[in-house]
């Protein structure tokens, strides 16, 4: 019985770590290529003067918040709108590129999705979300964006 046991481990034991890793390599993509042109996204919270880096080439950074809406306790002829201005500079090259980039739900010829490239930015959320009061202090803005950066033709 107790050779019986081992034989039963000799063959079974290899033929149950064969099967891990086949079904480890069923998640994983095809190849290197494939794995790097795979479509992702990453969410980032950002205030007026913050950047952050994006791919090893490519950086954002918010430029400003343009907020004309009309304060709370004010009279105002129209409701005014907020936008988000960003800069993407992109260091892939001889030459660095920047390209401007304008985000807003309210703004008239904006969107609130923008695509350049490869890399698609989509407003989530603002804080604050409401104009400030009359007379308060302007507020410390708070954008979170969304990036999904697009599988590259081949």
């Given amino acids: 019985m107790h050779s019986l046991t081992r034989s039963y481990r000799t063959v079974l034991l290899p033929l149950f770590f064969a099967c891990l890793a086949v079904l480890a390599g069923c998640g994983a993509a095809g190849s290197a290529g494939d794995a790097e ?3 992702r996204s990453v969410t980032h919270v950002l205030s007026p ?3 952050v880096a994006i791919t090893a080439t490519d950086t954002l950074k918010l430029e400003r918040v343009n907020d004309s809406r ?3 306790g004010a009279v105002c002829v129209w409701k005014g709108y907020v936008s988000y201005s960003f800069t ?3 260091t892939a090259g001889a030459t660095a590129n920047e390209t401007d980039i304008v985000l807003s739900d309210s ?7 923008v695509t350049v490239n490869h890399l ?3 407003l989530l959320d603002v804080d604050p979300a409401t104009p400030p009061a009359l007379n308060a202090a302007e507020p410390t803005y708070r954008i979170k964006v969304k990036i999904t950066q697009g599988a590259l033709p081949r």
């Fill in 37 to 39: 042109n795979t479509p």
């Fill in 49 to 51: 003067g913050e950047q």
């Fill in 88 to 90: 993407l500079l992109n």
């Fill in 107 to 113: 703004m008239p010829g904006a969107a609130s999705s």
């Fill in 120 to 122: 698609t930015f989509t």
């Fill in 70 to 72: 009309c304060r709370k």
